[in-house]
Structures are given as structure tokens and as C-alpha cells.
């Protein structure tokens, strides 16, 4: 009788370790709702499941709201099978290309036991890398680096002996430039932002935005609104001089750690990124077509011109004060282009339909141009190619 008591006393003793070492301070009422949501999914879902740890981070996204949290570990859980998301990091191999220009990699941990992502995004060519090794790869390469942020803070916790949930992500925006509006780069970012979302939830702990140029806020503006709130609550923006880059950065992490690159005395060891060369681009078809990447062939369109023959398009703005990008690649010859601005209707422009998904809507944010104009007069854009060879 008095061993019996013993145990339970220990088992409880144990139980209320762990939850301290492991998850944190958790209300009643939270735990109630982790049980709840894991013992409600061992019904559900025959296979493995997520440790307590990550149920609890899906828990925090939906506000412990167990039936929301449960619907999406399950849409997780399906998402994660349909792609091998668990072989990930044992089946697949960056490939040499992706390793030598994406500047990114994990630099030591913050003030708070945080393991630091460290990304260059002004020095990163999204096109370049697109183009080389298409979207499914640069999605491929995320996941991976997701997975082991998920290792890492797992190790963080069992070496600080407290919870360490979520990881730092320290971007540099020096190099940032209206390049980095390319359009499909910036429906490539939204397609990984919303599968980081709906995977990852409650994994960033903190976004530290270093040396933000006078563009970042037309792409803040752009990408902002498809993050999620609580995630945006995070974000800490630095846009002032060199001076003030390491006492900013000093509050979160210890200069000692700090990168060189940032005025720091760290060695880091995320490449420099800059352009990929063309000659390494994957070939274009004949007829404009890139192989297996959507995101590029539903955004450019093609043309077959004679030497001297132009090619118009004409681009409709209903929207005053929207922002016009636009790229081509020539695959054989040479060309010039102009733009010709009007307020004139040279032909009636089919009205767009309202945009319903991420990428539709951001699409429509950054097809038109950065004009001044009645709002109810349509300017029309018309931008000319000529052949010279």
C-alpha cells in the first residue's frame, strides 16, 4: 500500500518535470486541452504523431481551440505523408548550385537559447534560382531547413533544460532592391510562407530585420498581410545606419555572435549569395515553356518576331499608385523596348476578376504601375518590343 502511494507520488512528481523541462508553464486548463487533443488524435490518426511539444505549438495557433488544432495536425499529418516530409532530411540533396548561392544557414542562438537562422535576402537571387532549379526544389530546401529547426530547438531544450519551442530569423536586407519584386519570386515566397503556416506553426520566435533599404516597405506591404498576426507581432525592424546595427541587434543576441558581415566579429558561414550565371539556367522550350514550374511558365507569355517586327503589350491600370515589373528573356538574337505611358483608351481592357487566393492577390498588387491617376480613369501601360536582330 505504501509502494503504491509511493509511485503515484513520483509519477506525478515526474509528470509535472517534464512539463516544466519540456513544454513550459501551461495553465490547467492548456493541459486539459494538450491531453485532450492527444489522446483525441490517437483515434484519428493510426500512424505517428507529432511529440507533445509540437501538438503544443499547433494548440497556440488555434488558440487552444482543440477542434481547430486537431483539423490542422490531421491536414498536417496527410501534407506531411503526401510528401515524404519525414525522409526529408535523409533523402534530399541540395543541389550544388542552391548551396553555393543561397545565403543562409543556422549561426549559434540568441540571448534567450533560440537557435538563429541567418539569411542574406538582399544578396539572394530568387530568379536565378528559380530558373536553375525550379520551385520545387527551393521548396524542398525550406522544408529541410524547417525540419531542422525543429531538431535544433529539441536539442536547445535538452541541453538549457528549459523549453525552446521556436527559433530566430536574423535578415539581412542590404542589397534589397525593386529586382526582388519579380513576380513569380514573390508568388514563390507566398506559396512557402503559406505551407510554413500551415506546418510550422508557432515556430518563429522572433524576425530581426537589419539595414532595411527604402524598398522594404513596398514589399512589406505586399507580403505583410499573408502573415499570420501573431507571427507579424514578432517582426523587429531595423532601418537605420550602420551605427545603430549592433546595439540593435546587441538587445536579442550577443555581439559576440554577431555576423561579420553585420559589423560583428563572428565568422558565419552563409555564402554571399549575389547572381547565379545565366549559363547555368535551365533551358527554355521553344515555345516559352519551363518544364515542371508552374510558377514561371503561368506568368510569362511568348512571342515569334522577325528582325524588325515589334511587339506590343499593353498593361490596363485601374488602380492608381500600383507598381509595374516586368522581365523577358530573348533565347535567340537581341532586342530593344520602350514605355509608353497614356491616358488615352486604346482599346477597351477586360476587367480583372477579384482576386481570391494569395497569389492572385498579390499578382494583381504588382501588375500595374507606380503612376499618379484619376481613379476612374484607366492609364494603360504599353510596352514595346523590337527586334534588331
Known sequence: MLGKRYDKSAEAKLESEYIRRFLGQ?????????????????????GKLPNDAHLLRFLRAREFDVARAREMVLNSL???KLHNVDKILHEFEPPAVLMQFFPGCWHHHDREGRPVFVLRLGQLDIKGLLRTVGLETVVKFTLSIC??????ASEATKSLGQPISTWTLLVDLEGLSMRHLWRPGVQALLRIIEIVEANYPETM???LISRAPRVFPVLWTLISPFIDENTRCKFMINSGGSDTVIPELAKYIDPQLLPEFLG???????????????NMYRPVSVDGHI?????LSSTYTSAHLHRGAPNEVLVPVCTPGCVLTWDFDV????????VYHTDKILQTPVQPHSPTTAVERVTAAIGATSLSSSPKAVTLIQISFLVLT
Request: glycine share 12%; net charge negative; hydrophobic share 30%.
Open 205 to 207: 520566435g522572433l524576425v
Open 78 to 80: 496527410r501534407w506531411r
Open 26 to 46: 501551461l495553465s490547467p486548463l492548456e493541459e486539459s486541452r494538450l491531453c485532450e487533443l492527444k489522446y483525441g488524435l490517437q483515434t484519428a490518426h493510426k
Open 264 to 278: 560583428g566579429s563572428c565568422f558565419c558561414l552563409a555564402p554571399d549569395g549575389g547572381h547565379v550565371p545565366k
Open 147 to 152: 525540419e531542422q529547426g525543429l531538431i535544433k
Open 331 to 338: 533565347l535567340k538574337g537581341d532586342c530593344e523596348f520602350l
Open 291 to 295: 518544364e515542371d514550374d508552374d510558377v
